[in-house]
Nanobody, 124 residues
Framework: QVQLVESGGGLVQAGGSLRVSCAAS????????MGWFRQAPGKEREFVSA????????WYQDSVKGRFTISRDNAKKTVYLQMNSLKPEDTAVYYC?????????????????WGQGTQVTVSS
C-alpha cells in the first residue's frame, strides 16, 4: 500500500511559478511510474504529466509542454511538478498518482494509488 501526500499548492498571479510536491510512504517508490493530474471545477480529471520509475522518460499534456517540468527523487520518495508561466486556465486541484505499469499513463484508470490533491489557483 502506497500513501501519497501532495503539498505546495497555493495562489499565484498569472505568469508566476509554483512547485508542487508529492511525498510517498509505504511500498517501493522506485518501482512506480508517477503521474500528475488536475481537475478544475465542473470538469473531468485530466492528465498533466508522468515520469518513468527511473526518471529516464517523461510525458506531458500538450498545453503544459515547455512550461511544466516533472521530476522525482527516489531517495526522498518524492515527485515534483515545477510549473512556470502559469495561466488562469491552470487553476485546478492537482493530484499525484502511482502506477505499477508504464502503459496508458494518460489514463486515470491506469493508476493504483492517489493523493488527496492540492489546490493551485492562478489569478489573472
Amino acid at each position: 500500500q502506497v500513501q501519497l501526500v501532495e503539498s505546495g499548492g497555493g495562489l499565484v498571479q498569472a505568469g508566476g511559478s509554483l512547485r508542487v510536491s508529492c511525498a510517498a510512504s509505504g511500498g517501493t517508490f522506485s518501482r512506480y511510474a508517477m503521474g500528475w493530474f488536475r481537475q478544475a471545477p465542473g470538469k473531468e480529471r485530466e492528465f498533466v504529466s508522468a515520469i518513468h520509475w527511473s526518471g529516464v522518460s517523461t510525458w506531458y499534456q500538450d498545453s503544459v509542454k515547455g512550461r511544466f517540468t516533472i521530476s522525482r527523487d527516489n531517495a526522498k520518495k518524492t515527485v515534483y511538478l515545477q510549473m512556470n508561466s502559469l495561466k488562469p486556465e491552470d487553476t485546478a486541484v492537482y493530484y499525484c498518482a502511482a502506477s505499477k505499469i508504464l502503459t496508458r499513463l494518460v489514463s486515470t484508470s491506469t493508476y493504483d494509488y492517489w493523493g488527496q490533491g492540492t489546490q493551485v489557483t492562478v489569478s489573472s
